[in-house]
């Protein structure tokens, strides 16, 4: 008796030690491969090519059956799936971290409760075995089913965060239209989507967690009823309550591998998911140093892309004003990208210089300074500092704000207007030692006077003489003192001999800034602020020896919180 007593407490506490030696080991490890998958994520999706499909499914099967959600044109951002990939699948990876652990000690536990059970009941107990190997199919085919509809529920988590973040991306422009039920209703439909398929999931769930408790019972039933019925052996309180107690650690093992078939089935769609945008991801391949130059080059955005650019054979000019123009829709972002590396090159050959300065059509911008947006984490030069503020007219607008180019630009720049964005972007390109310099229709969001001003300062006074500038744009001055003028239509190259002068005048004429198309008649007192602008142009804003200004107050306020005690009057206030 003292071996069994002494067995009592080893045993449990050899296991307890086990048990809590793998929950160390396993979450030490886990915690790194869930570091290194949102890692490798990050770093996978910053140098490949991301578009839609990367992490959907593109087989006709599973395109038959897209929920309703995008049947009625909801669109999948590749943002809104790298936050699905980092979060609900990166954690569903996560939690079915315990298939190792029930691997192997399941099969060791059920073996062992399935010999002490046959030395109590004898053969009976082996159609109780039998009972067992008969229904564990149902869980594993339920945990398929389970899978599956887990397929369909990232796809609707997939849709309902893509219409999220494009519903947060533009909430000024539902504000101002007053589109907030609209916006709702929206959401509320794929939101309903989702939640029908995670009902159904959820049943399944429960359908599962209820086999893992029901198998064992009644696999013990069929061994006490074969043991009554074909037994002259009587079924006395030892062997039954010891059977029930064996039983019990025979449910407990089914009830954790009902729930670890679950995470598992989960964690696994996760995993296809996150390996297929890894094998879906391109990587983005640089084009070798050397001029703007491309040679029968034909260029996709994406792998799965219907426009191309075809058969591109262009050389711009070195130092010296090159514009790109042509009908919307036509290819000239992805005529700069192309240069840059971020499109496909399918044929052809192409050459880039490595020092580019790129401004694109959307302004991209840090939530920091505007002076730190415009140096970039570039060397301060004052005098050149000086230079690119006032050539791209931002002088009056830093005298206007509280804290100067101290101003927080906040989150996407929402603290500046659509035109300030546009040029502090530009002042950043000007502010960069890059000897070229790609402007995709930089004055698209200014209007007509400070478009005119941006040009003359910029293209007129000899500031870019010595860099290579390829403009997208439609502005008549600048198809008028281009060296190279270059016309895209349905992404090829007009031939530069089909565009004459003529061409050209009639171009001018018709294309015009944004803004000027509203109103054509500027009356005589804007021309002569406008040339008074131009001809006197105001100071750059003061700034102190080594580049820092005194601190004045920002345009976003910071935080505040406070101690102590809730205040009485606290909830009066709020009712009021």
């Not at 262009?314 to 590396?341: E, I, M, Q």
Request: proline share 5%.
């Amino acid at each position: 008796p003292a071996l069994w007593i002494a067995l009592l407490f080893a045993g449990p506490a050899t296991r307890s030690l086990c048990y809590q030696q793998y929950i160390f080991t396993a979450t030490r490890l886990l915690v790194r491969v869930n570091v290194s998958l949102v890692q490798e994520l990050y770093q996978t999706a910053m140098r490949s090519y991301i578009y839609d499909d990367s992490v959907g499914h593109s087989s006709g099967k599973h395109a038959k059956s897209r929920h309703r959600a995008e049947s009625k044109g909801a669109s999948k951002s590749s943002q809104a799936n790298l936050t699905s990939l980092m979060s609900y699948d990166v954690d569903a990876i996560y939690s079915s971290r315990d298939i190792f652990y029930i691997a192997t000690a399941g099969p060791i536990s059920t073996t062992l409760a399935l010999v002490f059970l046959y030395q109590m009941l004898g053969w009976p107990s082996l159609f109780g075995v039998l009972m067992l190997l008969c229904l564990s199919p149902l869980p594993a085919l339920a945990s398929r089913k389970v899978s599956r509809i887990q397929r369909t529920v990232m796809q609707a988590t997939d849709a309902r965060l893509s219409k999220i973040s494009e519903y947060l991306g533009s909430i000024r422009t539902l504000k101002y239209f007053g589109w907030e039920h609209a916006a709702m209703s929206n959401i509320n439909d794929v939101r309903r989507v989702e939640q029908r398929h995670l009902w159904r999931r959820s049943v399944f769930v429960a359908l599962i967690s209820m086999g893992g408790e029901l198998l064992p019972l009644l696999s013990l039933l069929v061994m006490f009823t074969v043991y009554i019925l074909f037994t002259d052996l009587p079924l006395r309180a030892p062997i039954a309550f010891t059977s029930l107690s064996i039983m019990e650690t025979l449910r407990v093992q089914f009830i954790w591998l009902s729930n670890i078939s679950r995470y598992t089935a989960q964690g696994s769609e996760s995993l296809r998911r996150v390996d297929r945008f890894f094998d879906t991801a391109s990587e983005i391949k640089r084009h070798p140093d050397g001029p703007l130059e491309f040679k029968e080059a034909t260029f996709r955005r994406t792998p799965i892309a219907a426009f191309r650019l075809q058969d591109i054979t262009l050389r711009f000019k070195s130092n010296a004003l090159n514009v790109v123009t042509g009908p919307t829709g036509c290819g000239k972002t992805s005529l700069l990208l192309s240069f840059l590396g971020e499109t496909v090159l399918e044929s052809g050959t192409a050459t880039c210089p490595r020092d580019v300065a790129y401004v694109p059509q959307a302004p991209w911008l840090q939530n920091d300074t505007i002076r730190q947006n415009i140096v970039f984490y570039s060397p301060f030069d004052e005098a050149r500092y000086a230079m690119a503020i006032e050539a791209s007219g931002l002088t009056q607008d830093l005298q206007q704000l509280p804290a100067g180019d101290l101003t927080m630009v906040g989150e996407r720049g929402t603290s500046l207007s659509g035109g300030q964005k546009q040029r502090v972007s530009l002042a950043r390109a000007l502010y960069s030692p890059s000897n070229t310099l790609l402007f995709d229709d930089i004055f698209s969001a200014l209007d007509t006077h400070t478009t005119s001003l941006v040009y003359e300062k910029c293209f007129r006074s000899g500031l870019l003489k010595n860099r290579t500038v390829v403009l997208i744009t439609h502005y008549p001055a600048a198809l008028q003192d281009a060296d190279l003028v270059i016309r895209l239509e349905h992404g090829r190259i007009v031939p530069a001999r089909a565009i004459s002068k003529t061409t050209l005048s009639l171009m001018s004429s018709r294309c015009t800034t944004p803004g000027t198309d509203t109103d054509s008649s500027v009356s005589e007192s804007n021309v002569r602020v406008v040339e008074e602008a131009l001809e006197s142009p105001s100071e750059p804003p003061p700034i102190a020896a080594g580049g820092k200004q005194p601190p004045a107050e920002e345009r976003i306020a910071k935080e505040t919180s406070a101690t102590g005690r809730v205040p009485r009057t606290l909830g009066k206030n709020l009712m009021t």
